[in-house]
């Protein structure tokens, strides 16, 4: 039902000078459905990461090198040889010891996948309302684009594209590594947490890769294609991961997760790793 004249908000669609429509949408659909689950993910996931991330603790299994990526590359005193590749510049102790471990990469990868065009899409809609499914009016009075703050934030999105790049290489590193055993043949050693770790790493490089920006940085400000050959071939490759970039937005998210869990199982003796060598 609409809402009668005298309380409808002046504001959106509503607002002076636009079409007097009654009616907030006429969708018959439960058009709700989708912002919600949207909402529901988001939060499960930052609150899952929250609370990993600031618990300090079942984050590395030193008998296998399993590192979780969401405490990669580990800055604190407190790491162990979880750090000994990066420099440990937090303390074991006092107020800077409650930091996340990963406090440097971590707002940067947030950063970039806030400011992602598929989460931008996802969070207007779920978030910001505007709007919030289409045909459905918005609450705002007017609509400014990313020209203002919050949303000119958005376009940073390129530069924590790159700072992304950088912390999947670490990631990588980190997965290499975890094929070391101290128990294993020759120090190799693999199990179930190395098919984890390393499809996690997969995941995030396809998620990375098929950004945007990275549609730009391979083929963008090219008049000719048939002059650069090499690029075009890389940007039709990169464009067609593109295409289902808002997938792989989804599965990484659920693959951080899992793969953090599965470290934090082990880590805590809750569970033991199915080795296959080592």
């Not at 079409?19 to 709700?32: E, F, G, S, Y």
């Not at 978030?127 to 958005?154: D, M, N």
């Not at 590193?173 to 997969?202: C, K, M, Q, R, W």
């Amino acid at each position: 039902m609409s809402a009668p004249a005298a309380n409808r908000p002046k504001t959106g669609v509503f607002s002076p000078g636009r079409a007097q429509i009654p009616q907030r949408t006429l969708r018959t659909d439960n058009w709700l459905k989708a912002p919600i689950w949207t909402d529901l993910g988001f939060a499960a996931f930052v609150i899952y990461a929250t609370v990993r991330a600031f618990q300090r603790d079942h984050f590395f299994v030193p008998q296998y090198h399993y590192l979780t990526p969401f405490y990669s590359p580990c800055l604190s005193k407190a790491c162990g040889e979880a750090s000994d590749f990066w420099p440990q510049i937090l303390p074991a102790t006092g107020p800077l010891s409650l930091l996340p471990y990963a406090f440097l990469s971590l707002p940067f990868l947030l950063l970039f996948r806030l400011t992602c065009y598929y989460y931008r899409g996802a969070y207007y809609r779920s978030v910001w309302q505007s709007p919030t499914a289409c045909a459905v009016a918005e609450p705002h009075a007017k609509y400014t684009g990313e020209t203002r703050f919050p949303l000119i934030i958005q376009n940073t999105h390129r530069y924590f594209f790159y700072i992304a790049g950088i912390i999947s290489i670490i990631n990588t590193y980190d997965a290499i590594v975890a094929f070391h055993s101290e128990t294993g043949p020759g120090g190799f050693g693999f199990g179930l947490g190395n098919i984890i770790l390393v499809g996690n790493v997969v995941m995030l490089w396809v998620y990375t890769i098929s950004c945007h920006s990275c549609r730009h940085v391979t083929g963008g400000r090219l008049k000719h294609f048939s002059k650069h050959p090499v690029r075009y071939w890389i940007w039709t490759q990169v464009s067609k991961l593109n295409t289902r970039h808002k997938l792989y937005a989804w599965i990484t998210l659920g693959t951080l997760m899992f793969t953090d869990f599965y470290v934090m199982l082990v880590a805590s003796g809750t569970i033991s790793d199915l080795r296959f060598v080592g």
